[in-house]
């Protein structure tokens, strides 16, 4: 059964920091990414990377104060958050897929493999 896990998700103050991590089990993902989706709104990408990890993207709202990483060893992806915002609040889905180019990783509709979800909540 292939199966994508987040967790770390939590109440965090402004300017804080979370971990995210995304853990797959019954395959390996070539291409993974993160979206979220905030009350209201629609959902959005986050950052994508590649299998090796030499190639990631990430949306303008989170470059610079997030970094995507993955630890092929343990099938798991990650996302640390810095400097968050009351902005970044929202439930966070990891997703996975065979490789896809890169043009077309924001894009919800080209991952197959999603997770359930974890809630980030940012306070101000």
């Known amino acids: 059964q292939v199966q994508l896990v987040e967790s770390g998700g939590g109440l965090v103050q402004a300017g804080g920091s979370l971990r995210l991590s995304c853990a797959a089990s019954?395959?390996?993902?070539?291409?993974m990414g993160w979206f979220r989706q905030a009350p209201g709104k629609e959902g959005e990408f986050v950052a994508g990377?590649?299998?090796?990890?030499?190639?990631?993207y990430y949306a303008d709202s989170v470059k610079g104060r997030f970094t995507i990483s993955r630890d092929n060893t343990k099938n798991t992806m990650y996302l640390q958050m810095n400097s968050l915002k009351p902005e970044d609040t929202a439930v966070y889905y990891c997703?996975?897929?065979?490789?896809?180019?890169?043009?077309?990783?924001?894009?919800?509709?080209?991952?197959?493999?999603w997770g359930q979800g974890t809630q980030v909540l940012v306070s101000s």
């Open positions: 997703a996975g897929d065979n490789w896809l180019d890169g043009s077309s990783w924001s894009r919800k509709s080209e991952f197959g493999s």
């Open positions: 990377i590649s299998w090796s990890g030499g190639n990631t």
């Open positions: 019954g395959r390996t993902f070539s291409t």
